[in-house]
């Protein structure tokens, strides 16, 4: 389970606080996006093009806090060319081992293969340029605008996975389905589902086998997981 910009349904998202809130709940992982700061020197905690409320966290501080917690950290990565400032931070706190970044753009995943293979890449798709991810559509709309892209999936994931030289695939919920999640696995790649707040969309993506789900809340998504803990796995479809 990973705590989306912290936990932020329940808690200011991407602060302190909403990693603690995250870490509280018992998420695996804490997701955040980096942008640079008003200086365009240090690294900060914050949507790249979004204006942070208050004052931004910087990137050496939430890495300093989380590196001394027992969750690991998911780098959702938009801003182009940080690459290798962000694999020098992520290092420099001992989080190699326990960081996934993931990212829209191949190249960037890339230059994260050369620069810190240590760490887990994954490539994430849709482009998510203007935050719809974040907006609570009615299901049927989202039904209907991915059938034609989730049909697709099956094909595009391995090339999306083979263009980023990436190790994971982080799609948008709508466009999982139990096929594609089984032929990322074949090729040995984990699946992410974002951004998940409803408790039904949460029970349908663990049965599909998805390998992690990112929630604004992630308290209530792992208490619709502990439902399921009765299911053996070869059940699951």
Known sequence: MI????????APENSLEGFAAAVGAGADLVEFDI???????ALVIGHPGVAATGAALELDDALAYLASQSIGVHVDL???????EIAAAVRAHGLGERT???STWARSLRRLA????????????????????????????????ATALRCAMGVRAPLLLAAADGNALSLHHALVSPAVVRRAHRRGSAVIAWTVNDPDRVEELARARVDAIVSDDPQMALAVLATLKWL??????
């Not at 942008?35 to 020197?41: K, L, P």
């Not at 938009?78 to 290798?84: F, I, N, P, S, T």
């Not at 760490?119 to 798709?125: D, G, K, Q």
């Not at 053996?232 to 479809?237: F, P, R």
């Open 3 to 10: 705590g989306h910009r912290g936990a932020a349904r329940i």
């Open 35 to 41: 942008d640079r700061g008003a200086d365009d020197s």
């Open 78 to 84: 938009k801003l182009v060319g940080a690459e290798r």
């Open 100 to 102: 996934l970044v993931s």
């Open 114 to 145: 050369a620069e810190a293979p240590e760490l887990t890449r994954a490539i994430s798709y849709p482009r998510d340029r203007y935050g719809a991810s974040g907006i609570a559509w009615p299901r049927p709309v989202v039904h209907a605008s």
């Open 232 to 237: 053996k796995m070869g059940d699951w479809s």
